[in-house]
């Protein structure tokens, strides 16, 4: 688990490898300053060969256009290698943001 805390914006990454998916469950604000650790999370994953990945977003309190970046480069980076990146657990305003954005559609956990 990683945690970045700036006085104000927490965001926590927690991975939990499966067979054949690898889970990252989010818990605090995902914004411009805490974006970009997302993305490193990503990176790791399929660095490591994984490419199959879902972010669960069921304590994410927050998510702003940085956010929704991170999962597009994500979505983009999996697929290249062959694997697929999912959203799941949106509430309130997160789910409502991906909504209006259309990543709801694109990057469902549904599909």
Known sequence: M????????????????????????????????????LSERIDEVIGDGRTHLVI??????????????AFIRGHHLSSAAGGSLRLTGARGVVARVLKISGLDTLLSDDT
């Open 2 to 37: 990683a945690t970045i805390d700036d006085a104000s914006v927490t965001l926590t990454v927690s991975r939990v490898d499966r067979p054949d998916v690898v889970v990252l469950r989010l818990a605090g604000e995902l914004d411009l300053s805490t974006a970009p650790h």
């Open 56 to 69: 669960d977003l069921q304590d994410v309190t927050f998510c702003d256009s940085t956010g929704m970046s």
